[in-house]
């Protein structure tokens, strides 16, 4: 039980970075490392049998797609997607304590 709390509480903390550093990407280079770490985030989640929050980082994988010249296309749809894998870990850690 503790090993599966201590996942929850690392997914948990490294969404709430994500949801930190998408708020504060302002070049494209920003966005490829975005892009990245949230590729490593949905393989370690995979990895932790977490798939739910999986099914929904897919989701965000599948609207990111970093440009060089212009602005995203899915910024709000970017944002709305991390804000609900917030809640998703959040819910999962409460359930996991009672």
């Known amino acids: 039980m503790m090993a599966k ?7 948990l903390q490294e969404i709430e970075a994500l949801c930190i550093s998408h708020q504060k990407i302002t070049q494209s280079s920003e966005c490829r490392d975005f892009n990245h770490r949230a590729a490593l985030l949905l393989q370690s989640l995979e990895e932790k ?9 897919m989701d965000l994988l599948a609207c990111c797609n970093p ?3 212009s602005q995203c296309d899915s910024l709000q749809r970017a944002r709305d997607i991390l804000e609900r894998l ?8 409460e359930d996991d304590r009672k």
């Open 5 to 11: 709390q201590y996942g929850d509480l690392e997914v």
């Open 49 to 57: 049998g977490f798939f739910p929050l999986a099914d929904r980082m």
């Open 67 to 69: 440009k060089d010249i």
């Open 86 to 93: 917030r809640y998703l870990a959040r819910e999962s850690l």
